[in-house]
């Protein structure tokens, strides 16, 4: 339930994706793949893997 890949952790994780992704829509000011916010100077211009080693 708490060790690596647990319960908790995969939850947590899922989280803080939501909340950073609502956040950079929120600042960008349109959705991930919408045509209207595109080259705009303030659009979304990819992704990287998200790695992390505690």
Known sequence: MTGGGGLLQRRTKCVLESVLEDEIT???GCEKH????KNNGNSRNGTRAKTRST
């Not at 919408?34 to 916010?37: R, T, W």
């Open 26 to 28: 929120e600042h960008v």
């Open 34 to 37: 919408d045509p209207a916010g």
